[in-house]
Structures are given as structure tokens and as C-alpha cells.
């Protein structure tokens, strides 16, 4: 079997496993956010931390709710880190220093697991799993929870409340993304990836020296950070590890994982709004922008650009053979068109247009389909700016789900999408220019500018994923990027859930012959073209000193 025609057969497997899993999830989902009773354990955690489930909250209440946890994440988890040194299970390995503590902790509360460290050479079993396993799970549940409360914006009238933070933190937890960790940690353990708590071993003579490696509780992390988006690697190789990712299958199923939840929030969104059809619609556009970048990523690395892949049969340079151009090729896209950030390949190696397609993907606002929950409600929010670009076109005034999309919502969407650009180009600009961040690049040129501008986008989307040259374990990165990462979570957040309240508390109109239908293919059209052109004008001079000029000039 040809290398194509395998990537391909991969590609179609992968669609059909999530139509298959669509429909029971997303209408899982709708029927857990709607709910209007709680479990007895979740009690027990409501009691516990002083909650009332089921109190109501307008959006000021349930974006302090979503911070206040926040917070005590970031110094719950950062603590953590400074006492490794003492803590029991930590395989003799020493606290970690303030800076890459402060890098850490924030990135794997805001979703991001950006890693500026050796996981298996630097944090011991007590920080990966009572730690960093822990923010997997509940970063995953604090974006499911601000998107759901936007979804009650567009199906809520006349109210401004928008359901209640720390219900839909727990349910998140509980009702979702434990059981499907679970299942996902059973598979990965059968296919061959580890699971245990043993210590530092010798495996071996390597290269003249002693080889060393130590066992985790992989499996279980794993699943969750590829369900929940996270990305955070028990190893420094992360997917491509064997001991994280063993066979073609495992890969595939980590794809499956990382695409599951996003794609279905879509049939929530549906459900809950009262229209299957504008779900069918959000997921449309999803879809095809995902295609076309997995088609365009497989075309750009199969191609025979010099002797050696002529000689490969592909751009198989920092590439796992088990996987293959097509394996890595929808992996990367994946990764980097969702907020996972997880990689099996290391994309600094991809071609010059296949590291721009990397980065092109996180620079969409990771929509297609995104982050778990981030993603919907960012696509939304693209939605939001494209009826309001058809209201200008046709000179009245725009509505989207039977809201009217004013001068206050659009300048709350216009804020969300200025955010992470401002932080990426402002950031990548002052490394730039300052004299000592350019230091830790392993490459100059192009490609040298390349894994600055990428770093700083997969910091301010809340990707994780780097571009495997730049040494960003200094205090000027791990700051800088620490920053870019709370700033890139929590500012669109606010922004997201202002835009939810004022939605709730308008009157649904009516639709008339002069509504714009955006359940139709036409506004599928419109709001790909929208989210194309959008970013291209915002980041095309960025692109065009990095990656394409790299492309351009192989």
C-alpha cells in the first residue's frame, strides 16, 4: 500500500469513527448542561467547597466564579512545584525554579501545557498525576463551561442569568470527561502504553553511557490530555514517545480522542438552541477547514523537494516511521487546529509551508474545531462577525438565532478577536527586537524567526505545541510566554461571556424573508471565507517573514 493512499484510508476512518460518535455524545452533553438534577457525589463536592448549584448567575458572577478557580489552580499547582523536593514520590528529583514553576502552572490551568522542561527528567509522580493530571481534567471543564454559557445566551430571552459556574464545572468533570478518560485509558493500557508508578531504571547501554527511564501513570494522563486538549506530554518526545503512543492504532484513536468532544459540541450547541440544523451548519465549516488543512499538510509533506525525499518517498525528516507522513500529517493539523497542542513529529522538520500550516491553524483561533468548549464558542463568535458583515452588505440590521447582533455585541466579538493577535505580534515583536531572546534561537533566518513567532501564537491561542529549535527554558520565555498564555485564556473569556449576557437578556425577533438563513450552505460559505480573510490580513506580513519566505526560497 502506497504511503497516500494509507494516509488517506486513515483520514476517511477517522471521519467515520466521529459520525459515529456525534450524535450519543453531543445529545449526552445537552442532556448534562440542561439538567436540573445532581448526583450525590457532586453534592458531596458542592458542600464541600460552599456552592449553591443552583443558583443563577449573570455573567459578571460566573466569570468571577471561573477565575476564583482559576486562581487557586495556578497556586495550588504552582506550590506543588516548589515543594517537589520534599514531597514523597517525586524520584529524587529537585523543586522546580520559580520562573519555570510560574510557566508551568499557568499553562496547564489555562489549557495550554506549554512544557519549557524534560517531563520524565524533571517532575515526579506526585506533580504529574495530583498535579498536572488534575488541571487536564478541570481546565478541560472550564472551557466547556464558558461555552455552554454562551449557548444559553443564544437560547435564553429576557434574562441575564446564564446557569451557574460551579455546576458546570462539576458536571463537566463528573458526567464527561472521567468516563470517556476512563474508557480512552483502557484502550491505550491494552495497545501497550504504560501505566504504573515505578521508579528510574537502567534499560541500557546507550551511545558509550547508561540509558535511564522511568515508568508513570502514562495511560490515564494520556487520555485525558489528548480528550481534554491539553497536550502536556508525560515525556519530552510527548506523542511520539512509544511508552505515550505505541502503534498506528494508538494514534489514530489519540487523533479520534482530541477531535471527539469538539466536533460533538457542535450537535449540543444544536440541541440546546432548538435547532439541529444551525449545529449541522457550525460543524460544516469546522469540517471543511479541517479537511482542506489536513489535504494541503499531506500534499506539502509528500512532495519530493530534494534528494533525501526523493529518496524517503516524503519529507520524512522528524517523523515517526510507526506513523508515517500521513499519521503525522492529520496528527499535526489536529493538534494545532485544536488548542491540544500534543505532537508525534517534531514540526520545526516539516517542510517550510507545512511549519506555516502549523501555525496557520493556531493563528484561525483554533476553531476548527478548536479547543474543548474554546472552540465552539470561538467559532461563534466568527459567526457573530459574519452576520454582521452580511448586514452590512445588504444594509439592515444583523441577527444570528433570532438575536440582534448591535453595536454592543459586535464590539464584544471585535474584542475577542483582536486579543490573541495583539499578544502574539506585540510579544514576538519585542523578542525580536531585544537583544537576549534571540539567543536561545537554534536557527537563524527565516526558520529562526519562525520558532519565535510560533511560540508566542501557541502561547497566546493556548496550543502547548512548539516548534522543537527554541530553547525557551529562560526567565525572559518562561514569563513572556506564562503571560501570553493567562492573558490569551482569560481575556476572550470576559469578552465571551459579556457577549453571552447582553444576548440573554434580549427578546428573540422573528424570522422574516429579509433574515439571513445561517443554517444554510451560504453561510457556510460566507463564515469560512470570513475566518480565512480575517486572519490572513491580521497575520499575512508575520507568515510572510517566517514560513512562506522559508517555503518560497526551498
Known sequence: MSPVLAGVLQLLAL??????????????????YSSGTHWRVERWIYKGIGADPDAEMRWPAYLRGVLAFSVV????????????????????????????????????????NWQSYYGEQAMGHVVQTAGLAVQNFVSAAVG???????????????????????????????????????????VLVACGTIQNFSGIHEVGQFMGGTQEWNGGAVASQEAIKELGTNGGGYFNANSSHPFENPTPFTNLFEIFLILLIPFSLTRTFGVMTGSVRQGYAILATMATIWIGFVALMMWTEFAHNGPAPDIAGASMEGKEVRFGVGGSSIFAVSTTLTSTGAVNSFHSSFTGLGGGITMLGMMLGEI???????????????????????????????EYLGRKIGTREIKFAACYILVTPALVLAFTAAAMALPTPGDSMTNDGAHGFSEILYAYTSASNNN??????????????????????????????????????SLAGQKPVPVTAGTLRTEKPLFTGLLVGAILIITGLTYFPALALGPLAEGLAA
Do not use: E
Not at 15 to 32: F, Q, R, T
Not at 168 to 181: E, H, K, M, Q, T
Open 15 to 32: 471521519v467515520a469513527a466521529l459520525a459515529l460518535a456525534h450524535i450519543p455524545l453531543g445529545n449526552h452533553m445537552a442532556k448534562v
Open 73 to 112: 489552580g495556578v497556586l495550588f499547582l504552582y506550590l506543588l512545584q516548589r515543594l517537589q523536593g520534599v514531597l514523597p514520590g517525586s524520584l529524587g528529583f529537585a523543586s522546580i525554579d520559580p520562573d519555570q514553576a510560574f510557566n508551568t502552572a499557568v499553562s496547564f490551568v489555562t489549557n495550554t
Open 144 to 186: 466547556i463551561a464558558v461555552c455552554i454559557a454562551l449557548v444559553r445566551g443564544f437560547s435564553r430571552s429576557r434574562t441575564g442569568g446564564l446557569g451557574n459556574s460551579w455546576a458546570d464545572l462539576v458536571r463537566g468533570v463528573v458526567r464527561v470527561l472521567i468516563p470517556l478518560a476512563a474508557v480512552g485509558a483502557v
Open 368 to 398: 476548527a474545531p478548536g479547543g474543548v468548549g474554546s472552540g465552539l464558542y470561538g467559532m461563534l463568535i466568527m459567526a457573530v462577525i459574519a452576520v454582521f458583515i452580511a448586514g452590512l452588505m445588504v444594509g439592515r440590521t444583523p
Open 464 to 501: 502547548g505545541s512548539a516548534f522543537a529549535g527554541l530553547n525557551a527554558d529562560t526567565q525572559w520565555f518562561n514569563t513572556t510566554l506564562g503571560l501570553a498564555m493567562l492573558l490569551g485564556r482569560f481575556l476572550p473569556m470576559v469578552f465571551v461571556l459579556a457577549l453571552a449576557g
